[in-house]
């Protein structure tokens, strides 16, 4: 990786305009190819943690759902609660995609879940790793906006999660403990998809 170009870029920091929701799925992908002093430059992944098998972010076909230890701690360090901050406001803007949810989510989501987009799949993630991406990622910059597009991809991701899990307690264990949804949430969403609805047809 010797472009000058794009060590500019993958160094770069949050407030370049290159830094869009396409470019951060690209330096993730980049991310198990990347040397380590070009990393260790980089805004998107975290200092100093190796990237994850180039399996786990181009699974297409049947893999195992279990990360081997590296892809572990590239998990971990990625989805540490103030790495999940910094890429929030990276990917606030998603919703231009909407009603569809934008590549980089699932992108996320491979990263987060072992074997993510296996068929049948049942699997655990790292509970503090999911606490971090649903409360930041999701209750944070999703449903807590007042934007109906966007508490419409919390539901999306929601959805995506679900199937994910070996139980699905997990999730709802996690989201009823952080009150991320409640009887608010629930009694407000039956207003929000008849206005997603009439915004999608108008589009």
Request: net charge neutral; proline share 6%; glycine share 4%.
């Amino acid at each position: 990786m010797s472009s000058p170009k794009l060590e500019e870029i993958i160094s770069s920091g949050e407030k370049e305009s290159h830094l869009t929701p396409e470019m951060v799925t690209l330096l993730i992908y980049l991310w198990p190819l990347m040397p380590k002093d070009i990393a260790k430059k980089s805004y998107i992944v975290p200092k100093g943690v190796p990237g994850p098998s180039e399996d786990v972010l181009l699974r297409t076909g049947s893999h195992s759902t279990a990360f081997s230890g590296v892809d572990s701690r590239a998990s971990a360090a990625f989805f540490r609660e103030d790495h999940v901050e910094k890429i929030r406001l990276l990917l606030k803007n998603t919703t231009y995609c909407h009603p569809r949810a934008h590549s980089c989510w699932f992108v996320l989501l491979k990263l987060l879940v072992p074997g993510y987009g296996e068929p049948s799949l049942r699997c655990t993630v790292n509970v503090q790793s999911l606490a971090n991406f649903w409360n930041i990622m999701v209750e944070k910059e999703l449903f807590n906006s007042s934007s109906h597009e966007k508490k419409y991809l919390g539901i999306l991701l929601f959805k995506e999660l679900l199937p994910c899990l070996k139980y699905v307690a997990t999730i709802c264990v996690i989201v009823v403990q952080e009150h991320c949804i409640n009887e608010k949430f629930l009694a407000e969403m039956m207003q929000y998809l008849p206005l997603l609805l009439q915004h999608s047809l108008s589009v």
